[in-house]
């Protein structure tokens, strides 16, 4: 069983900033992919960004505005979300692998106009 701890996040307003942490129960060498996904009510969950055999994928929504990190001593991922809109308001989910998926649990984030 993997828990993943989310912090960060909250109100901020169009072109702020925020970062979002995860904090995994493992090693975050043993997980593969691990990232993140938002979701809107009425809509599916999408990927807003993984990490996965060393590379990173994102979404095309957030290319160039969000970047994801990792911290091996912490066994920690990070999102940093700049240049921050409106559209990108939604619930945020921890993400990883480890023979099933694991979510965290979820935080809002808002983005004023």
């Known amino acids: 069983q993997v828990q993943l701890v989310e912090s960060g996040g909250g109100l901020v307003q169009a072109g702020g900033s925020l970062r979002r942490s995860c904090a995994a129960s493992t090693s975050i060498l043993s997980i593969n992919p691990m990232g993140w996904y938002r979701q809107v009510p009425g809509k599916q969950r999408e990927l807003v960004a993984v990490i996965s055999g060393g590379g990173t994928n994102y979404g095309d929504s957030v290319k160039g505005r969000f970047t994801i990190s990792t911290e091996n001593a912490k066994n920690a991922v990070y999102l940093q979300m700049n240049s921050l809109k409106p559209e990108d308001t939604a619930v945020y989910y921890c993400?990883?692998?480890?023979?099933?998926?694991?979510w965290g649990q979820g935080t809002q984030v808002t983005v004023s106009s």
């Open positions: 993400y990883a692998l480890v023979f099933k998926d694991y």
